[in-house]
């Protein structure tokens, strides 16, 4: 054994190395198993799949690709917090401060903005692969329907993000999008049976929405919160039960 | 020791294999109930790893040549014509010019989201789970065809590239005129049927409405018998049929509105003092 080799054998023998890694990496079936259900990340699988489930023609890895969508704006998101300010008197000029003076600025929001269009795109080719091989039916009916609330969320986070860059866009993209919630009814101002609530513009389902009976700085705060902090954190909760369900019904396929 | 002298594929002893090779003869001689299993690693981590980078690559290039849009300061006294919510939203934007906007923005997203909700308890065809076919899931998958892609899309393309200012109608080659001259010459259905009476004309319209769903529901029940029998329809129950009807007759209620309103010029099929249809 070469001077090396001992040197190498010494660390891997060592307390700190044994106190990290748990299995070598032999390429036996045993530390196969072992460097997914000992890895923390890795275990969202289980250790073992069926071999249909690993082909790109099955999957379209469209799922892994919306998590992967996800992660990026997560990545992006939080370089772009670190310059944005959700008021109106600075989110504009925050927008053209990270445009033409921060570093990689640019390109952070644009993958921002780009990977949020991704998501919307790619959850809807899940659902739709998901839905092609009716790998809803049993026993997989309920994680469908989180599947459906992710869904929702994913629209929900992208549109709140829509409204940040505070310019012509977003304002009358949100206005538009919003319209509807003062139509609903009895809880809109607008909405039919509306005389049996009593609410008004600047108390019903909209006015609850924006912070107010209009668009305004109030409403930039309050969408800044829900699109940084809660309607992750709660996608965050629906992606765990998601992926924990996966990995407790395995991928599906037909019966061997 | 003397290895058994099992030849596999490449034509080599076991032995003489990378201790890799050897792990995955062993896999891919199995036979039976789950040994059609791989390890995760390296397989599909694998895939993963490569669908990662590659999905990375694509969003950097992507991002490094095509700036996200930024508009002047918002303005909240000047509203731009035409105002478009996010293409996500425009299939709901252009379902209000045929529905008002209770219906059209709160009542049919519900309907869409329960209706996606609810479909794996309502489809109890125990066959397509796990692969694709087309032959033994015709009706779930066409129905799901009309909804999903034809409906959605559609009405997104629509709300997309042909609506312009005034939420008129624009060809992608017409040149986009703010002040397009539309005749506003929609009528309500009871009027085309020659009522001039307002609560014979709401009369007629709610006629005209639960007509269509009871209508609708009987020749729903009638043709699933015909198609795929009575044991079926006992098998289905009731509550998963009506519940099927309804959504059903639902996503086909916006198709007739719509031919209703750019083919004959109708506004609403019913008109009361608190709701119109």
Redesign the interface.
């Known amino acids: 054994m070469s001077k090396w080799d001992e040197f190498k054998e010494s660390i891997i023998a060592s307390q700190v190395w044994q106190s990290m890694f748990r299995h070598g990496y032999d390429d036996t079936p045993r530390n196969r198993v072992l460097a997914v259900s000992g890895n923390v990340w890795l275990h969202l699988h289980p250790s073992k799949v069926r071999r249909h489930g690993v082909r790109l023609k099955f999957t379209w890895c469209m799922g892994g690709i919306t998590f992967l969508m996800f992660l990026i704006t997560v990545v992006t998101g939080i370089y772009l917090m670190f310059y944005y300010r959700p008021v109106a008197e600075y989110a504009y000029a925050d927008m053209k401060y990270l445009e033409f003076d921060m570093p990689f600025g640019m390109l952070m929001r644009n993958m921002h903005r780009w990977a949020a269009h991704a998501m919307v795109i790619a959850v809807w080719l899940h659902m739709f692969r998901v839905f092609m091989t009716g790998s809803y039916k049993p026993p997989r009916e309920f994680n469908w329907v989180v599947g459906v609330v992710l869904l929702v969320l994913t629209l929900l986070l992208s549109f709140t993000g829509y409204l940040l860059p505070w310019d012509q866009l977003s304002i009358w993209a949100v206005t538009v999008g919003s319209n509807m919630a003062r139509a609903t009814p009895l809880l809109g101002h607008e909405g039919p049976f509306r005389e049996f609530t009593g609410v008004n513009a600047v108390y019903d389902a909209r006015a609850f929405l924006f912070g107010g009976g209009e668009i305004g700085p109030h409403t930039l705060l309050r969408f800044y919160i829900l699109h940084c902090i809660f309607i992750p954190l709660v996608t965050t909760l629906f992606l765990i039960v998601h992926f924990w369900r996966i990995r407790r019904d395995g991928l599906s396929g037909p019966s061997l | 020791m003397a290895e058994p002298k099992v030849l596999t594929e490449v034509g080599r002893a076991p032995a003489q294999l990378t ?2 090779k050897r ?1 995955e003869q ?1 896999i891919r001689k199995a036979k ?14 694998r ?2 790893f490569l ?2 980078l590659i ?2 690559a694509g ?2 290039i ?3 040549l ?11 006294t ?3 014509n035409p ?4 293409w ?2 425009l299939g ?2 252009e379902i209000l010019v045929y529905f ?3 219906h ?4 049919l ?1 519900s309907f869409i ?1 329960v209706g ?2 609810v ?3 309502i ?1 109890i ?9 087309y032959a033994e ?1 015709k009706w779930e ?1 066409l129905t ?1 065809f009309v909804g ?2 034809i409906l959605w899309i559609v009405l997104i393309v629509i709300g997309t590239f042909i609506r312009g200012p005034g939420w008129n109608w624009f060809w992608p080659w017409d040149p986009w005129d703010n002040h397009k001259v539309v005749a506003m010459t929609a009528v309500d259905l009871p009027y085309l049927f020659g009522l001039r009476d307002y609560w014979a004309s709401a009369a007629f319209g709610l006629a005209v409405v639960v007509g269509y769903f009871v209508i609708g529901t009987l020749a729903l029940y009638w043709a699933i018998v015909r198609v795929k029998g009575k044991e079926f329809m006992q098998r289905w129950g009731q509550p998963r049929f009506q519940l099927t009807a309804f959504l059903f007759l639902n996503m086909w209620a916006v198709v007739f509105k719509m031919i209703l309103r750019l083919g004959f010029n109708v506004k609403y099929i019913m008109v009361t003092p ?2 119109n249809v």
């Not at chain 2, 789950?34 to 995760?40: P, Q």
């Not at chain 2, 095509?66 to 909240?76: H, Q």
């Not at chain 2, 059209?104 to 009542?107: E, I, L, N, S, T």
């Not at chain 2, 065809?125 to 076919?133: A, D, F, H, R």
């Open positions: 201790p890799a792990v062993t039976g109930p789950g040994d059609d299993k791989i390890h995760t690693w390296p397989h599909l981590v895939a993963e669908c990662t999905v990375v969003m950097l992507w991002s490094l095509v700036d996200a849009p930024l508009e002047e300061p918002a303005a909240p000047r509203t731009p105002s478009k919510a996010p996500y939203f709901l934007q008002d906007p209770w059209a923005g709160v009542v997203p989201i996606l909700m479909l794996p308890f489809d065809n125990p066959k397509g789970n796990g692969y694709y076919t899931r998958l799901f999903f892609h608190w709701i």
